[in-house]
């Protein structure tokens, strides 16, 4: 099992700022995938950005150039940072984790943009 702790979300006017966290804690393995999704109401959840444990990274066209996504592998840790935030950025934010064929997701927390 794998638990999944997110923080960082929060209210921010259009063209700000916010760093988002998650930490996982459980039977971790080496080789895994982390990342972020996010679900707007009345939306399907929609991916973000993932990151390997060996660095590699995918993003959402709608989010490039404005996030970047890192991880501290010592830490088990994954980070989101969001700039130039924008009202269509509003969602509720869900840390993910994907390792061995098995998936696990953050309880989720919300991003608030407004214009």
């Known amino acids: 099992q794998v638990q999944l702790v997110e923080s960082g979300g929060g209210l921010v006017q259009a063209g700000g700022s916010l760093r988002l966290s998650c930490a996982a804690s459980?039977?971790?393995?080496?080789?895994?995938?982390m990342g972020w999704y996010r679900q707007a109401p009345g939306k399907q959840r929609e991916l973000v950005a993932i990151i390997s444990s060996g660095g590699n990274t995918n993003y959402s066209d709608s989010v490039k150039g404005r996030f970047t996504i890192s991880r501290d592998n010592a830490k088990n840790t994954v980070y989101l940072q969001m700039n130039s935030l924008k009202s269509e950025d509003t969602a509720a934010y869900y840390c993910?984790?994907?390792?061995?064929?098995?998936?696990?997701w953050g309880q989720g927390t919300q991003v608030t943009v407004s214009s």
């Open positions: 459980g039977t971790i393995f080496s080789i895994n995938v």
């Open positions: 993910n984790y994907v390792s061995l064929g098995r998936r696990y």
